[in-house]
């Protein structure tokens, strides 16, 4: 497509309960990235892959956090048994390449959660 | 822990003025990375500099790296009402080339 696009943009969620992301990145774009942002903070990394593979899941903040990249492209982000700090934007991510040849990132709007 | 800081937090200067955000990074990087978010919407690419650069220029913007003290500064010169954003400094370390890892950011504010 002609940019990344997120879905949903909004999402409000019982405490408890499952939630899936999706980021659909620009086509031909290798890297693909998740970060978070809490309301009026800096972006939190959580994680990056190459293709389908990730190569740094550093940034999840727990294992109720996964994420998935199917075909190169499409990716899912899946946060389980949400929790009321789990409320963020949700940004992604998509670049040609690796950071060192092609850093330059293209975002995405960002998919706002709200859990109650 | 992030691998940038900007400085200032929060910036409020009249229009017209020139603007200077500054941020530090920890390790050793590749390239160095200025970003740009309006309230509540996705990030866009300003300016990259890369580690053997030390100046660049892009319109109204002008970055510097030093790498010695691990710090870079955008200015923004003759600033309009329209720049009033947050500002974020990108970084991919050396040593993990596999992530790009965001500052605080810096929230400029331009008084008409």
């Known amino acids: 497509g002609a940019g990344v696009s997120q879905s949903p943009s909004n999402k409000v969620t019982e405490k408890g309960k499952d939630v899936e992301l999706r980021c659909d990145p620009i086509?031909?774009?290798?890297?693909l990235y998740w970060y978070r942002q809490s309301l009026g903070q800096g972006l939190e990394f959580l994680i990056y892959?190459?293709?389908?593979?990730?190569?740094?899941k550093s940034g999840l903040p727990s294992d109720r956090f996964s994420a998935e990249r199917t075909g190169g492209s499409v990716s899912t982000l899946t946060i389980q048994r949400t929790q009321q700090e789990d409320s963020a934007v949700y940004l992604c991510?998509?670049?040609?390449?690796?950071?060192?040849?092609?850093?330059?990132?293209?975002f995405g709007e960002g998919s706002r959660l709200t859990v109650l | 822990s992030q691998q940038g800081e900007e400085d200032p937090q929060a910036l409020s200067i009249q229009e017209g003025e020139n603007a200077t955000m500054n941020c530090s990074y920890k390790?050793?990087?590749?390239?160095l990375q200025w970003y740009r978010q309006n309230s509540g919407r996705g990030l866009v690419h300003l300016i990259l500099?890369?580690?053997?650069?030390r100046e660049k220029h892009s319109g109204r913007l002008r970055v510097t790296l030093d790498t010695s003290k691990k710090s870079s500064s955008l200015l923004i010169t003759a600033s309009r009402a329209a720049d009033t954003a947050s500002y974020f400094c990108?970084?991919?370390?050396?040593?993990?080339?596999?992530?790009?890892?965001f500052g605080s950011g810096t929230r400029l504010s331009i008084r008409p």
């Open positions: 991510a998509s670049s040609l390449g690796p950071p060192a040849n092609t850093g330059e990132l293209f």
């Open positions: 086509s031909g774009h290798t890297a």
């Open positions: 892959f190459q293709g389908n593979s990730a190569p740094d």
């Open positions: 390790t050793s990087i590749n390239n």
């Open positions: 500099i890369r580690s053997n650069e």
């Open positions: 990108a970084t991919d370390a050396k040593s993990s080339a596999s992530k790009i890892i």
